[in-house]
């Protein structure tokens, strides 16, 4: 039994000014707005301009959800960071982003679990809430997936867009009615050749060979990770679910990764939840990894869609291949 119960305390989001749509993608690749629609669900998304990286974007999600959750900078604990897109190779982003916030002397570090980012990130903050070990904990998803994207690839190019999603895990009081019920986080890195970025670590460092193939860009194969997405974030649900004792009727809100529109429909046909239930919010920033959940999340908590008390359901599956899967009272 753990020592204490973890809650989300507040959720903060941002995502970049600049805006960029299907008609405008229809000009720098072979595609067209119906094409994009049809089988993604995407209409718009965020990009960064050339001088903005991870920390710049995920500094202000941070911010944001410091301030909505009335907690003291100075009590913040521990900075977990999930992102495949950070700053550099090294120092984190998390200790970018800790020097930003004029945060000293605590543990800051990054997660690289693809789009799962996130999800393990939190995973890991409610365990060091729960143990004792921190009171609150800030948590970020953030990625710059459009700055390793191949342009010369029409199945990818439109798919993902830039953003970044925060929130901080705090010990819950015993009056409190938010608590983070349960988590299951997976791998199966016999599979990470479907969704890899081949260059730029040390099994092939970067060249000008390495650089004129585009290998420091996002490879995947679609389909197979189409199929694996599906298949892998319902069983983690299923199985959160059913280890507490609850139905799919039972969860309020289901929020999954925004990979693609078709996904999350298959995903909530094998629930047998309704859309209704579903927050979807991929129309507007497409896929932004890590940070799809927290950015969906906050909106949805921000419009007063998603309320105090309501169950949440929050799963994810990404590059590793990593999936899990929150469960929560928010």
């Known amino acids: 039994m753990p020592l204490h119960n973890a809650k989300f305390s507040a959720f903060g989001s941002h995502a970049p000014a600049k805006i960029v749509n299907n008609y405008d993608l229809e000009k720098i690749v072979e595609t067209s707005d119906e094409w994009i629609r049809t089988r993604t669900g995407m209409f718009e998304r965020h990009y960064c301009t050339p001088e903005e990286a991870a920390s710049d974007i995920a500094t202000i999600a941070a911010t944001n959800a410091i301030e909505a959750s009335r907690v003291k900078y100075k009590d913040i604990d521990l900075i977990i960071t999930g992102t495949v897109t950070g700053d550099h190779p090294f120092p984190s982003t998390a200790c970018i982003i800790q020097k930003k916030l004029g945060l000293k002397s605590i543990p800051a570090f990054d997660i690289s679990a693809g789009c799962t980012g996130f999800v393990y990130a939190l995973d890991m903050a409610k365990n060091y809430v729960e143990n004792g070990t921190a009171q609150n904990v800030l948590v970020v998803g953030v990625d710059i997936l459009t700055k390793i994207t191949n342009w010369t690839d029409r199945n990818t190019c439109v798919l993902f867009g830039d953003g970044a999603g925060a929130t901080v895990v705090s010990r819950a009081k015993r009056s409190d009615v938010s608590r983070i019920i349960d988590s299951l986080i997976y ?46 974030m319902f069983a983690s649900t299923d199985e959160l679910l059913k280890r507490n004792k609850l139905e799919a009727a039972d969860v309020d809100w289901v929020i999954p990764h925004q990979a693609n529109l078709r996904i999350i429909e298959g995903l909530a046909d094998k629930l047998r939840v309704p859309m209704s239930k579903v927050i979807v919010n991929i129309e507007k920033f497409g896929n932004t990894s890590s940070a799809t959940i927290p950015l969906a999340l906050d909106e949805a908590i921000r419009s007063k869609k998603v309320r105090r008390g309501d169950i949440i359901l929050l799963t994810s599956f990404g590059a590793g291949l990593t999936w899990g899967s929150i469960l929560a009272r928010y």
Not at 219 to 229: D, L, Q, T
């Open 187 to 232: 791998a199966d890195g016999s599979q990470s050749e479907l969704l890899f970025q081949a260059a730029g670590g040390s099994r092939m460092p970067a060249s000008h060979e390495t650089v004129d193939q585009n290998l420091h860009t996002v490879y995947m194969e679609g389909n197979r990770i189409f199929k694996n997405a599906i298949r892998s």
